[in-house]
């Protein structure tokens, strides 16, 4: 199954992201190509697959983006190899509106949902207080904000991450949820389903 994560710059989905992966077993974290330049915390192939802008173009030309998308000036995209992983297990994707649409248009089995910040300011407070970008910068990302915060309706749940804490337990109760559906539990009780089964049988 594929969660895509989406909201505004600074909203917190990264972070409730990293919070789930460390509580969901069965659960892996698709990593995005981006051509922006690695911030000091970052680690290639964990946080993104850092590459030129003539390098991902190449890419986007072979066909090998499920999504990609320009945020803030700089290239970001889903491989499809990426996306492979979702063979394995469920996989959760962190990326903007622009991605979140191009993957519901070609992906059917997939979840949405959106972090909402729960105000203007706040946002514009936690943008400040992380002190990765200049004043225009800021003002870019929160104008993207007001203009990402209308595709809300376009998505099969909100959170909104005003308690850290109470975000990431929302978030972790749509997966396991989700995981509960009769679609993706078969598998897993068929052994079940056949002991009753064998039972009835034996009776008879």
């Known amino acids: 199954m594929i969660y895509v994560v989406s909201g505004p710059s600074g909203g917190g ?3 409730l992201i ?4 460390g509580s969901l077993p069965g659960l892996c974290f698709s990593v995005s190509h981006t051509t922006r330049r690695k911030r ?3 680690v290639e192939g964990r946080d993104y697959y850092f590459t030129s802008e003539e390098m991902f173009r190449k890419m986007l030309r072979r066909g090998e983006f499920l999504e990609h998308a320009v945020v803030h000036g700089h290239f970001y995209g889903t491989s499809t190899r990426e996306i ?3 063979a394995q297990g469920d996989i959760i994707l962190d990326i903007d509106v ?3 649409r191009q993957v519901r248009e070609k992906v059917k089995r997939a979840l949405f949902i959106f972090v909402l910040p729960p105000s203007y300011q706040k946002l514009k407070s936690r943008l400040e207080r992380r002190g990765l970008d200049s004043p225009a910068e800021i ?4 104008d993207r904000a007001r203009q990402e915060i209308r595709s809300y309706s376009r998505f099969d749940y909100i959170i909104v991450n005003d308690d850290l804490e109470e975000a990431g337990r929302e978030l972790e109760s749509i997966i396991r949820c989700n995981r509960r559906q009769l ?3 078969r598998k897993e009780i068929a052994p079940i ?4 089964r064998k039972k009835r049988a034996k009776r008879r």
Do not use: I, P
């Not at 990293?18 to 992966?21: N, Y």
């Not at 003002?139 to 929160?142: A, E, G, I």
């Open 13 to 15: 989905k990264s972070t």
């Open 18 to 21: 990293r919070r789930v992966l």
């Open 40 to 42: 000091e915390s970052e």
């Open 84 to 86: 492979r992983k979702a």
């Open 98 to 100: 622009q991605g979140a």
């Open 139 to 142: 003002r870019r990302r929160l």
């Open 183 to 185: 679609v993706y539990c």
């Open 193 to 196: 389903l056949e002991s009753f």
